[in-house]
T-cell receptor, first 112, second 118 residues
């Protein structure tokens, strides 16, 4: 089992719809969780950190489910500009340090 | 602030050639990282530097060397390039307060270097 797994998609979604995708992680001791956004041929950029209580930023909501070891990202009222690949990132112990482990990403395509 | 800068943006090498990828950040971060990204795979850590003067191997260090030149600059060297090293290379930086917070914070990325080895 991969340490961080994501459905690669693509998710093809009409503009204005709501879309959600999950990311599962293998290490129950993980402490930090992030969603990054990566546009085609660009660098990843932080979208949201994911807190235990869940958090919302405008149209975006992130949730953490520690019991089932997954995080989720919900996008409401999707825009054409939301088309991108969404990367899930989880921290895990590597030796005596924490490291961030990256999922391969979920591709989202918003259609007019 | 420029953030994280990388040079070059594109490079084509022949098998066996060497090159150095440069990275610099102006955010006063103490940690810097080199990743590679291949199609269908997550970012994979090549090397990292938790602080000036230290470097450590990541997940895929073979074929690479690094130098933390100072707090701002972290370079990645390919001594003898191979086609398997064709990839997009990203440099990233972050700040961590101490060892207990290492790896727990947002990372800031440079624009990437697209490397092709023929």
């Amino acid at each position: 089992r991969k340490e961080v797994e994501q459905d690669p998609g693509p998710f093809n979604v009409p503009e204005g719809a709501t879309v959600a995708f999950n990311c599962t992680y293998s290490n129950s001791a993980s402490q930090s969780f992030f969603w990054y956004r990566q546009d085609c041929r660009k660098e990843p950029k932080l979208l949201m950190s994911v807190y235990s209580s869940g958090n919302e930023d405008g149209r975006f909501t992130a949730q953490l489910n520690r019991a089932s070891q997954y995080i989720s990202l919900l996008i409401r009222d999707s825009k054409l500009s939301d088309s991108a690949t969404y990367l899930c990132v989880v921290n895990m112990m590597a030796g005596s340090n924490y490291q961030l482990i990256w999922g391969a990403g979920t591709k989202l395509i918003i259609k007019p | 602030n420029a953030g994280v800068t990388q040079t070059p943006k594109f490079q084509v090498l022949k098998t066996g050639q060497s090159m150095t990828l440069q990275c610099a950040q102006d955010m006063n971060h103490n940690s810097m990282y080199w990743y590679r990204q291949d199609p269908g795979m997550g970012l994979r850590l090549i090397y990292y530097s938790a602080s000036e003067g230290t470097t450590d191997k990541g997940e895929v260090p073979n074929g690479y060397n690094v130098s933390r030149l100072n707090k701002r600059e972290f370079s990645l060297r390919l001594e003898s390039a191979a086609p398997s090293q064709t990839s997009v290379y990203f440099c990233a930086s972050t700040y961590h307060r101490d060892r207990t917070t290492f790896g727990l914070r947002e990372q800031y990325f440079g624009p990437g270097t697209r490397l092709t080895v023929t």
